[in-house]
């Protein structure tokens, strides 16, 4: 009788004492029990091929859903401080507006003949976005292409010379210009070509980044709105690497994407990625794995804070302390199922995601009773030694 009611007394205060014990973090009970009394503080959703569907389609948005997607390069305007050089000819020997160029003190200025080039300074366009030419008075070229510039130039020599043709080239541009700065690349102003620059062209012309693909982020700003993606993303998915419009703004930046793991695994750090993409059994896996006599595999979790597009595709409610901007989002997995390890190898990794996998219950009794163990140890030993 007398151990019966030890054993009950024991079994009472086992499961007393099992909460009062030091955890590494809640285990899967406490984390669901939380979701349903708190979900205003987050959502909890479970993986399954929905959810990765969605997250794969939201992922391809890329740089095009951030900043407009442009199909086609840009149409290159002069722009002020541009520096322009204009050519003139006339088809006959008409007024002498027209006189061929000749070496100082090489005798008279012949009379123009049909076919006479002139080649005007190069001139840079001034506050008023014009340029000046003879006869032709101040013409405006600020905002448009060579060519209408071209067509302006001979409409206003048409009385001053006979048939005249013009080309209009700019030598040197600041406005038609990507700037590209940043870690492990040669800062500078890249002019874009007329058949159009995309992005990685243009990091390839300022000297691309010394740093490896996986451990770069490229920082695009444009028209007020700003992006970052990292470079891999452009390497792999051409729709990324759009096209660089005049005043964008490239900044390469060296971050290696990490994600931090906690829990009943072998390794709680802050671990790099090492690579272009992970997946969710990926990073498991460069943590050391589950640790068999601790990790409860119904108990995976992944915290992120995803964007508001994700939590539309998502059909996650708003939630009530929820602040403007990204939302945090606990996704469970449950690996104790055999779908589960092919969905983990689906579910692609976000730099700053952090992993828990949770203790199995029986866990923390196994903490009480090595506690207790400690404790009755010296006592035992006592009455071991007497006689």
């Known amino acids: 009788m007398k151990s019966t009611v030890l054993a009950c007394c024991l079994v009472a205060t086992c499961l007393a004492g099992c909460a009062g014990l030091p955890t590494a973090g809640p285990t899967v009970s406490g984390v669901m029990d939380q979701a349903k009394k708190e979900p205003r503080n987050f959502n909890m959703v479970e993986i399954d091929p929905r959810v990765v569907s969605i997250l794969e389609s939201q992922s391809r948005a890329g740089l095009p859903g951030r900043l407009g997607y442009y199909g086609r390069p840009p149409s290159q305007t002069i722009a002020v401080g541009d520096t322009v050089a204009v050519s003139i000819w006339q088809a006959g020997s008409g007024p002498a507006f027209l006189a061929p160029r000749v070496a100082p003190g090489t005798g008279p200025t012949p009379n123009p003949q049909p076919g006479q080039e002139v080649v005007l300074p190069d001139q840079v366009v001034g506050r008023d976005g014009a340029i000046s030419v003879p006869y032709a008075g101040r013409v405006r070229v600020a905002g448009r292409t060579p060519l209408q510039v071209q067509n302006t130039i001979e409409h206003n020599l048409a009385e001053q010379v006979v048939q005249p043709q013009a080309i209009v080239t700019v030598t040197r541009t600041v406005a038609n210009t990507v700037t590209v700065s940043g870690e492990d690349v040669v800062g500078q102003r890249v002019p874009l070509s007329a058949g159009g620059d995309r992005v990685l062209d243009v990091i390839a012309s300022a000297g691309g980044s010394k740093a490896p693909v996986y451990d770069t982020s490229v920082l695009i700003s444009r028209n007020g709105r700003t992006a970052t993606i990292p470079m891999a993303s452009l390497v792999a998915n051409p729709r990324d690497n ?50 068999d006599l601790r990790a409860d595999p119904e108990g995976v979790y992944l915290f992120r804070f995803e964007s508001p597009a994700v939590v539309r595709a998502l059909g996650l409610p708003r939630l009530v302390n929820q602040a403007p901007g990204d939302a945090p989002v606990v ?18 990794m976000k730099n700053n995601d952090l992993i828990y996998v949770a203790n199995a219950p029986l866990t923390q009794v196994q903490k009480f009773f090595q506690t207790i163990g400690l404790i009755a140890a010296p006592g035992l030993s006592a009455a071991a030694a007497r006689p």
């Open 242 to 291: 759009i096209y660089a419009w005049p005043g964008d703004v490239i900044t390469i930046e060296r971050t290696p994407e990490t994600f931090s793991v906690f829990g009943a695994t072998s390794t709680n750090n802050k671990v790099p990625f090492g690579a272009p993409q992970l997946d969710l059994a990926q990073a498991v896996a460069k943590s050391g794995g589950l640790i």
């Open 331 to 348: 996704y469970h997995l449950n690996l104790r199922q055999v779908d589960g390890y092919f969905l983990a190898d689906s579910f692609a």
